[in-house]
């Protein structure tokens, strides 16, 4: 299966998030690696998606589970050689695959050689590779990102005898990108796997590249001149790669990252997400609706990245006080499954295993505007395990059986490099990958027919959006429309069986087709169109005018 | 099949109109119904609207919440400004941001006011909805805060109570008719000491509302006039639990004299038929208690207002001669007699006294349980006789302060207790 030739794949496509060392293990030392991967590329051909994005695999002390980086042109041997990626690549691309890798720009690790070398003098060549200072009292303005485990932005060095800048942990220093030598290098490192076929990057952190004094060292125009600078070199030298912003922002905040669709192709709506989880348990569009209100318009070749889920905390950062502690007591009452400013868990727990939800919410992600992503193990409501430290509980191994280690290693189970959830609900025994393929009506074989269904039309990943607003606000409905195409989407928020009528008087004359079952509702008349759902159900109607 | 209680019900449901009940159906469940009967008021109810909405806000922000507002045909946009605030317009003053959809309804009933039919589509709307816990808003007020949202509706949502009513900081003047009848007896009857019983602010629970909707004070007429004090004494008969809130200052609405006889009608009326059906729990009763209050049970103002002492007595006098003969059929000799003699009295030598005034009350109860005339003549006929004994009260406490009329108030509730056995005794009487 050819890859898809277009500049705009990413608009069409629905990405897969995984990481390596969680996936398969095709060696039985414990830890998933490319090879599994890839032998499991079949499986992820089948579900339907056509991206995958790899988390970090790089050489790394593993402290923040691979972000924080040593090496950045090879690979970490727990998971393979070069060549095992290369081999992985390929099997992607062959089957119609592409693969997005993680690109940590902001930081290293602590034990990266350049830090290594930055520290050792105050006169080492690299030492203005990271940003030093001899007091930490500058950029005063700053936020902490993980409050709860560091104090401050700046660390002290006994080494050098110094205070080195960090946004994140303090074993990872941040690059100093006012130094010319640091982007030229970090462009290195990117064109190092965009010539060996990568064909997209997530940037991690983007918003921190820069510090000013007197300013929150986020976003600024600095930031965005490097990032600028790296977009067009991707372009002149790698035309169709792909640039995914990692920016906890608001979305007014977010914009300036698509320029003038210069900058980046795609970023995440982080604002969204937590309004999705809100709008449902308030059994109310208002949260959805009002965000997405306050979404800029973005460049036509530019393009939102949805998701429900993923290896980090349910971000809680982009919420009012009175929504963040709203969502904390009717998501996380229990105190340990809070983070940072977060949720540490996933996505079927969240929803209390209620397929029904799962499958709205599953619904909603695909047919708002954007790319999808799906976290692996979600497609099949893989469960967490709160007890284990950091966000380590929502990395556990994918279950793929009931047998030894879930399929996932043939290692002794006290090698894994995680334990595997065991609970009745969601142990490997109850949800795993085996079953589900047997069952027609299981949530894998639900996610593979959604799947489908989005990908049979470009509507979803590249039309418009119109609101509808019926009086009844449990009910979200939108109209996504591109050229003659227009898909109607009606989603019922509401645990209870709901009556909507909707305005579609835009569109009298049309039949409306379901897109699942493919049967035909009545024709849209002069009269508000009366529709009745179920509990949390939700339709994708196509509007023909046969 | 459905019952048969099912099947009544249903068709009792039937008075909302289908445009209502489409817009119902599409707010769902709530938590939190606020009702808020209107008729051309304009001027005052975009305040009220804003004070409701940020009460919620403030107080009840992940609660599902929505606005009922029958209206009785206004002609002055009421309806409109009702629809028309939205919580946007809040957010510069309050800085108060809606986790969900407030929803607000308004909903036309006739082309003229009643009472009955607003709290009527206000309870049916409540159960309808299930509506956890309810209040009703005056729409006349200017003094609504947000608080009173709170006050209202919190003994209800953590504390269990099925209905609340308000205390409120008054002029010493204000509310006569509460102060002077309808508080002193119910109390003596009933054994409650509820100060406002008989008020537009109020708040109950869901389920004694849905309880209520089901009470015949529909069908057989004392509801039609003055529902709030049919659900005040309901609540007494049926042992719900009941407390009151003090809310702040309410407004004085000037009334017209003419306005007597109706607010008779809404008050005493249903007082007194209540007397009927619930005689099993107010005859035995013989001393009152106190109920749960948040607050002072009231605060009295004490700005000089001007009152037209002589026209209070020529209504009293004139009443008291035009209807003779109908007194006749009512009080007994002995008390006509005292209410002639004093009608001839000057003005400065003029008194009403307390235990005269219990005794006519008493004597117009028991005539209204025996239907000795028309029901409504009675209740019309009480209106000068009123006006003399409101015309004592204001010469009594001309100059007193707030503690001078609080005893005189007391005064008089310990006059109706100590004298229901007289009430006892007409009421049983067979003359």
């Not at chain 1, 060996?196 to 990057?201: A, C, I, L, S």
């Not at chain 2, 702040?248 to 038929?273: C, N, W, Y």
Request: proline content about 6%; hydrophobic content about 40%; some cysteine.
């Amino acid at each position: 299966m050819p890859l898809n030739q277009d500049v705009l794949w990413y608009k069409d496509a629905i990405i897969y998030q995984v990481h390596v060392r969680t996936f398969f293990d095709s060696n039985g030392d414990g830890i998933g690696d490319f090879p599994g991967l890839e032998q499991k590329l079949g499986y992820l051909q089948e579900l339907g998606i056509n991206a995958i994005w790899l988390m970090p695999f790089f050489p790394s002390p593993l402290r923040d589970d691979g972000y924080d980086i040593a090496e950045y042109t090879t690979v970490h041997s727990a998971y393979g050689t070069l060549d095992d990626f290369r081999k992985l690549l390929e099997s992607a691309h062959n089957r119609g695959i592409r693969v997005i890798i993680e690109m940590v720009l902001n930081h290293t690790s602590d034990q990266h050689p350049w830090f290594q070398e930055s520290r050792s003098s105050r006169h080492n060549p690299r030492r203005d590779w990271y940003v030093w200072s001899d007091t930490d009292e500058r950029y005063k303005g700053t936020r902490i990102i993980f409050l709860d485990t560091e104090k401050s932005n700046w660390a002290w060095d006994p080494i050098s005898k110094a205070y080195y800048w960090h946004r994140f942990f303090s074993h990872q220093p941040d690059l100093n990108y006012d130094n010319p030598a640091v982007r030229e290098q970090m462009w290195k490192v990117m064109s190092f796997w965009l010539e060996m076929g990568v064909d997209g990057f997530r940037l991690d952190a983007v918003p921190y590249l820069v510090e000013r004094e007197g300013t929150n060292c986020e976003n600024l125009p600095e930031t965005h001149e490097v990032l600028k600078d790296l977009r067009r070199r991707l372009d002149e030298q790698f035309p169709g790669r792909m640039l995914l912003a990692e920016a906890n922002q608001w979305p007014a905040d977010l914009r300036p990252y698509f320029a003038d669709g210069n900058e980046f192709h795609m970023a995440f709506h982080f604002p969204l997400m937590p309004r999705m989880f809100m709008g449902l348990k308030l059994e109310d569009r208002k949260p959805i609706t009002e965000i997405l209100q306050q979404t800029p318009e973005i460049p036509p070749s530019c393009q939102w990245s949805l998701f429900l889920r993923n290896h980090d905390e349910l971000t809680l950062e982009m919420v009012t006080d009175m929504e963040r502690d709203y969502m904390y007591d009717t998501y996380a009452e229990n105190k340990t499954m809070r983070l940072n400013l977060g949720i540490r868990r996933r996505l079927a727990p969240l929803l209390e295993n209620d397929r029904r939800r799962i499958e709205l919410m599953n619904g909603l992600l695909m047919s708002l505007p954007g790319t999808p992503i799906v976290y692996y193990g979600d497609e099949i409501g893989m469960g967490d395990n709160i007890n284990l430290g950091d966000r380590n509980g929502v990395r556990t191994p994918m279950q793929w059986s009931g047998g030894w280690n879930a399929g996932f290693s043939t290692a002794e189970p006290d090698r894994l490099y995680a334990p595997l959830i065991q609970n009745p609900v969601y142990g490997y025994p109850a949800v795993n990958v085996l079953s589900q393929l047997g069952s027609e009506h299981s949530l894998l074989r639900w996610m593979q027919r959604m799947i489908m269904v989005r990908a049979s039309t470009a509507v979803f990943g590249r039309g418009s959006i119109e609101f509808l607003r019926p009086a009844n606000h449990r009910i979200l409905a939108y109209v996504r429309r591109l050229g003659k195409e227009a898909v109607l989407a009606v989603n019922n928020l509401s645990g209870a069986a709901q009556a909507v009528e909707l305005d579609l008087k835009k569109y009298k004359g049309n039949i409306l087709i379901e897109m699942s079952g493919k049967n035909i509702f009545p024709r849209v008349g002069e009269q508000p169109y009366l529709l009745t759902l179920g509990p949390y159900q939700f339709f994708w109607f196509r509007l023909r005018r046969i | 099949m459905p019952s048969v209680r099912t099947e009544i019900k249903l068709a009792e449901e039937t008075f909302l109109t289908d445009d209502f009940l489409r817009q119902l159906i599409n707010v769902g469940e709530v938590d939190i119904l606020v009702g808020l009967p209107t008729h051309n008021n304009a001027k005052t109810i975009g305040a009220v609207v804003q004070s409701i909405q940020t009460g919620i806000l403030r107080w009840f922000p992940r609660d599902r919440a929505v606005i009922i507002n029958p209206d009785g045909g206004s002609r002055d946009g009421t309806r409109e400004l009702v629809t028309g605030i939205s919580i946007d317009d809040l957010r510069p003053v309050s800085n108060l941001h809606a986790l969900r959809t407030l929803h607000c309804i308004s909903t036309p009933y006739g082309s003229s006011p009643s009472s009955a039919v607003a709290l009527r589509t206000i309870l049916a709307a409540a159960e309808l909805l299930r509506a956890k816990a309810c209040i009703v808003m005056s729409p006349e007020s200017s003094h609504t805060e947000d608080a009173w949202i709170s006050k209202l509706l919190q003994p209800i949502r953590t504390d269990g109570f099925d209905l609340v009513t308000p205390t409120y900081r008054r002029h010493k003047f204000d509310g006569l008719l509460i102060t002077n009848l309808l508080y002193p007896m119910i109390r003596a009857l009933y054994g409650l000491r509820i100060r406002e019983p008989y008020t537009h602010e109020f708040g109950f629970s869901g389920r004694f509302g849905a309880e209520f909707l089901l009470n015949n004070v529909w069908d057989d007429g004392t509801g039609a006039s003055g529902p709030e004090l049919s659900l005040t004494l309901a609540a007494i008969t049926g042992r719900q639990r009941i407390c009151q809130s003090f809310l702040g200052q309410k407004d004085h609405i000037e009334r017209r004299s003419a306005d007597l006889v109706p607010a008779l009608r809404e008050t005493v009326g249903p007082m007194f038929s209540a007397l009927d059906s619930t005689f099993p729990a107010w005859g035995a009763v013989t001393a009152s208690q106190a109920i749960p209050t948040t607050g002072p049970d009231h605060e009295v103002l004490l700005d000089p207002v001007r009152v037209n002492r002589k026209r209070l007595r020529e209504m009293f006098s004139t009443g008291v001669a035009e209807l003779e003969g109908v007194f006749h059929s009512i009080l007994s000799p002995t008390t006509l007699a005292e209410l002639q003699r004093i009608a001839g009295l000057e003005e400065a030598e003029f008194h009403y006294s307390s235990e005269l005034w219990v005794r006519t009350v008493y004597e117009f109860a028991a005539s209204y349980h025996k239907s000795v005339i028309s029901r409504d003549h009675i209740i019309q006929a009480l209106a000068p006789l009123f006006r003399g004994r409101a015309l004592t009260f204001l010469m009594e406490n001309r100059n007193g302060s707030a503690a001078d009329v609080e005893n005189n108030i007391e005064g008089l509730c310990l006059e109706f207790e100590r004298l229901k056995p007289y009430l006892l005794q007409k009421w049983k009487s067979r003359e």
